[in-house]
């Protein structure tokens, strides 16, 4: 099984007293398997989720997303920065290339400019502000200034002393940065971010992934789960900080994905809630926490063939199915799991299953012309497992092609808290609901 580590991206604003709570995720693309855009927003849309944060602006990314209605941060990369906050003509030629190409179809709601700018790339400090500012500016020129708000991820080391957290305050000599940028969140109304590391700071004080090597003995699926889940509950319960309660205080999980070209030890691997097939890494457990997140598979459902439905009809969307629609019916193979029974509802249902959650169980993706039809019995027999079962054979094939529509003509279907007034009273940093 695989680990997964939680970090999270906390926002914070002034008016976010009067908000209701939410819980995103960050879209990391270290994999070697990355699904498509498309396949991507196919798995936000099943599971629900509103919120999301990329790394970049990638332009696809940005077209899949569009018209769905998902709130999307997106981000200037740092190796852009510096050109950005030295130049307010390259920050109004970057909104115009990233931004106005995609808004409103793309609902951008927020641009993080850098990330862990102070603590990573301390030459690029003195520019934060200002290339913050100029992205602002361009905002301002468009007349988006009100629907997209600027800020920029912190790393969690601009705290020093993070426990206990009532005693945990800024790093000092970040003040001359601190200040004017506190500043200006502020004045445009928008938010303080920090990207929390709880499992590192634990580790270090000698985790809680669900995976991990010998030296991360609590890295494991039971604490992963635990935190996780605690933290959504937390989160959507608007339960804020001892300081400030009541406090909505939305939170970014990373991530969607386990990303296994990232480099470092194993647990770095596996921050993701899905792997590459949108199967989830484990089932949270968020009962009363409303549909977040609804990776609990306790409730899990299938697409197979229906009974007495036209069997030339369900031979030509198994046809389908194995050709253009990628699934991989290599089990269904004379010697293979599937084989047996050897019939064509049987061969079509487990095709059906397949294509239906590589597709992430989005809408429509279980019709094929009408031959096939969702339920929640699992149609697994031994030695044939399921690709909604959990046994989790299921083969993975990235592309963006989607089968016909219903009305087509052809066959198929488609973290401990911590929180500070300094400089600004508004200001609530929240670490984490871990284990509540």
């Given amino acids: ?16 007293a009067h908000e209701d709570a939410f819980v995103g995720v960050n879209i990391g693309t270290e994999l070697s398997d990355m699904p498509s855009p498309t396949q991507v927003v196919a798995l936000l849309k099943a599971q629900q989720i509103h919120h999301v944060r990329l790394f970049d602006t990638d332009r696809e990314m940005l077209l899949a997303l569009a018209n769905t209605g998902i709130r999307v941060i997106v981000s200037v990369p740092n190796d852009q920065l510096l050109g950005i906050g030295q130049s307010n003509a390259t920050a109004a030629n970057w909104v115009s290339h990233n931004i106005l190409a995609h808004v409103p179809a793309t609902n951008i709601t927020s641009i993080a400019v850098g990330s862990e700018v102070l603590t990573t790339l301390p030459n690029a400090a003195s520019i934060l502000v200002s290339a913050m500012e100029f992205i602002h500016s361009a905002l301002v020129a468009s007349g988006l200034d009100s629907q997209i708000k600027v800020s920029t991820p912190h790393s969690s080391l601009i705290i020093q002393f993070s426990f206990p957290p009532s005693h945990a305050f800024f790093n000092y000599s970040w003040v001359p940065v601190m200040a004017p940028l506190l500043k200006f969140l502020q004045s445009t109304g928008s938010f303080f971010m920090l990207n929390v590391y709880p499992y590192y700071n634990y580790r270090q004080s000698n985790g809680w992934p669900s995976k991990g090597d010998s030296s991360d003995p609590d890295a494991t699926l039971d604490n992963a789960n635990t ?25 970014y999980i990373y991530e969607l994905y386990n990303e296994d070209l990232r480099s470092g030890p194993i647990f770095e691997k596996n921050w993701g809630l899905f792997d590459a097939n949108g199967v989830p890494v484990y089932s949270l457990h968020l009962t009363g926490s409303g549909t977040l997140l609804s990776n609990d598979t306790t409730n899990q459902t299938f697409c197979v063939a229906k009974e007495g439905a036209d069997r030339k009809l369900v031979q030509a969307a198994l046809d389908w199915a194995c050709g ?24 079509a249902s487990y095709a059906f299953d397949a294509y239906y959650h590589r597709m992430a169980m989005a809408e429509g993706t279980c019709n094929f012309n009408g031959v096939a039809t969702i339920t929640t019995k699992d149609p697994s027999h031994r030695p044939c497992i399921f690709p909604g079962s959990h046994g989790r054979n299921v083969n993975f094939i990235n592309g963006t092609l989607l089968a016909p529509s219903s009305n ?7 973290s401990e ?15 984490g609901a871990a284990f509540l």
Avoid at 228 to 251: D, F, Q, W, Y
Avoid at 408 to 414: D, K, R, V
Wanted: a negative charge; charged letters at 10%.
């Fill in 408 to 414: 087509s003509t052809t066959s198929g279907c488609h």
């Fill in 1 to 16: 099984m695989d680990l997964l580590i939680l970090v999270f991206v906390l926002l914070v604003s002034a008016s976010s």
């Fill in 417 to 431: 808290y911590f929180y500070s007034n300094i400089f600004m009273s508004s200001l609530i940093v929240l670490w």
């Fill in 227 to 251: 935190y996780n889940s605690n933290l959504i509950r937390h989160v959507l319960n608007t339960t804020g900080t001892p300081k400030h309660p009541g406090i909505a205080i939305n939170t």
């Fill in 324 to 347: 253009p629609g990628k699934v991989d019916c290599s089990p269904l193979l004379q010697g293979n799991p599937c084989y047996e029974p050897d019939t064509v509802v049987a061969h």
